[in-house]
């Protein structure tokens, strides 16, 4: 039976971004809160490619954002803003 090349040779791990020791993971429903919307409001944004949230991370079938990316996100929501 053929198993394929070695896995080492074809997966990659992915990429680990280095964090900053006080970087903490958010929840749906706190990024919800911060924001002042729902969390539905939340999950239909991260359908709309438009508002290009931060990648959410899979923990245990629930979704998390690097508290880091929202800020840089936001810092740029702010920027476009004060652009126009």
């Known amino acids: 039976m053929d198993q394929g090349p070695p896995l ?3 997966c990659k791990p992915p990429e680990v971004k280095p ?3 006080d970087d903490v ?3 749906q429903r706190k990024l919800a809160e911060r924001w ?3 969390v539905k409001t939340v999950e239909r944004r ?3 490619p438009s508002f290009k949230l931060p990648q959410a991370v899979l923990i245990n079938g629930r979704k998390y954002r690097w508290l880091s990316e929202i ?3 936001e810092r740029g929501l ?3 803003i004060t652009a126009a």
């Open 8 to 10: 080492s040779s074809t």
């Open 19 to 21: 964090r900053p020791a």
């Open 25 to 27: 993971l958010v929840s």
């Open 36 to 38: 002042g919307v729902c």
């Open 46 to 48: 991260e359908r709309d």
């Open 71 to 73: 800020e840089a996100y």
């Open 78 to 80: 702010v920027r476009q």
